[in-house]
């Protein structure tokens, strides 16, 4: 979820995150679900799901 394209993979720190749809689908056939996720935003009316990651990357432990 926290890649930097063409230079590494960097795993998101514990925490928890608002998950942002896509400002438009990313192909035609995604639009009813995109319809769909923005019908269901968080109560802040921000985001589509809160994401939540606990402990620490395998490679740290």
Known sequence: M???WG???FPLP????????PDVPHD???T????ALLSHRTVDGRGIALLTVKGKPERER
């Open 7 to 9: 230079t590494g993979y």
């Open 32 to 35: 009813s679900i995109h319809e």
């Open 2 to 4: 926290n890649t930097v």
């Open 14 to 21: 514990p925490g928890s995150y608002t998950v942002l749809p």
């Open 28 to 30: 035609a056939n995604m």
